[in-house]
């Protein structure tokens, strides 16, 4: 009954490989997103999908691709993965439906290591 | 650009000491505030929320905030930390759109028994 996951949890990879972290919510919400907190543990946000449609778009490399099958998974694809990529992901949903402060369910993060 | 400033990189306490984690904000509209807590090699749980109202807000685990528009800050407080409470704090406010978080850097609080 994990409300948000993540796959994998770990993730070792060579630089240059192309990887792929998909996060799946159960809570019925309808937007979802990536966060990216680095070696320092600062976490910023990278992509939001409300709806399967994408509404946030930081500056982040075009290696990395968000992809929204539905509102339920938001997935992650890395290209060509670089040492700077060494982090922890994290997924997070909402409800956009209610009022603006509702909170934000995160995931248990994926720990991407590139050697 | 919106920002969230969390002044104490790393605090040190003893077991039943009172906490107090300072967080000041950028933006001087209509704000919905955030702590949130993450335990060692776990994700971030959410710990108490501001939107409206009463600017003491009351969270889980004994944890408190007051909100305070003059200072835009929003600092949390507990009266008598535990170990357990050892883990990293993260302060965020809504963004304009409302449609993301925005973090600060973080406070690591290490409570020792």
Known sequence: ?115 | AQSVSQHNHHVILSEAASLELGCNYSYGGTVNLFWYVQYPGQHLQLLLKYFSGDPLVKGIKGFEAEFIKSKFSFNLRKPSVQWSDTAEYFCAVKNQAGTALIFGKGTTLSVSS
């Open chain 1, 1 to 115: 009954d994990t409300a948000v996951s993540q796959t994998p949890k770990y993730l070792v990879t060579q630089m240059g490989n192309d990887k792929s972290i998909k996060c799946e919510q159960n809570l019925g919400h309808d937007t979802m997103y990536w966060y990216k907190q680095d070696s320092k543990k600062f976490l910023k946000i990278m992509f939001s999908y409300n709806n399967k449609e994408l509404i946030i778009n930081e500056t982040v490399p075009n290696r990395f691709s968000p992809k929204s099958p539905d509102k339920a998974h938001l997935n992650l694809h890395i290209n060509s993965l670089e040492l700077g990529d060494s982090a922890v992901y994290f997924c997070a949903s909402t409800d956009s439906g209610g009022s603006s402060y509702n909170e934000q369910f995160f995931g248990p993060g994926t720990r991407l290591t590139v050697l």
